[in-house]
């Protein structure tokens, strides 16, 4: 059997409720709808009628039973338009506050022992405007203000502050934190 597209179903099966109760339905339409546009093969769908009198929507008629070729209708189709959002004037102008951004926790070339988690405190002044967000940047990789489990080594953190278009507005200074971990190849 030939698979129908989801669509050419959903079509029918509103056709058949739009016209429930009905002998039989409209053949009106015309056959060269997108489908063909794309390249498409056109498939053909049947109408029948079983035992119970329910109407019976397929791709393969039963050559038992008369059956009735449904002309699918062209479907409607509406470009979509995404709407370029207007910034206010006030908003343009908080845009461009200068941000004082500082991570305050932990410090800088701190030593942390087998630590479970890092927690990094930012703070920053003003407040960050609406669609601005906090970012942590963990050797370059952005990262949660908390890090579980963070690999022994270097740590290299940097905050910033980016606008809703991914731009960075404001960085803070880098702070250098080193995890040690007790190994039992060092004893």
């Keep these: 059997m030939l698979m129908l ?102 410090k800088n070339e701190e030593t942390l022992q087998n630590p479970e988690s890092m927690t990094v405190a930012v703070s920053v002044s003003p407040e960050p405007s609406k669609g601005h967000v906090l970012r942590l940047l963990d050797n370059g990789d952005e990262v949660a203000m908390v890090i579980e489990w963070p690999d022994r080594g270097e740590h290299r953190l940097v905050a910033q502050v980016l606008s809703q278009e991914g731009e960075v507005l404001a960085e803070s200074a880098e702070v250098v934190v080193y995890v040690q971990r007790v190994s039992i190849l060092n004893k």
């Design 5 to 106: 597209r989801f669509s050419v179903l959903l079509l029918v099966l509103f056709s058949v409720a739009a016209q429930a109760g009905a002998e039989e339905l409209p053949l009106t339409a015309d056959e060269s709808g997108d489908d063909e546009a794309a390249g498409e093969q056109t498939q053909r769908i049947y109408r029948t009628v079983d035992d119970q009198g329910r109407p019976v929507f397929t791709d393969a008629p039963d050559s038992r039973r008369p059956a009735q070729e449904v002309q699918i209708r062209e479907q409607n189709t509406i470009p979509m338009v995404v709407p370029k959002v207007a910034v206010p004037a006030d908003e343009k102008a908080k845009a461009s506050l200068d941000y004082k951004l500082a991570i305050t926790s932990p």
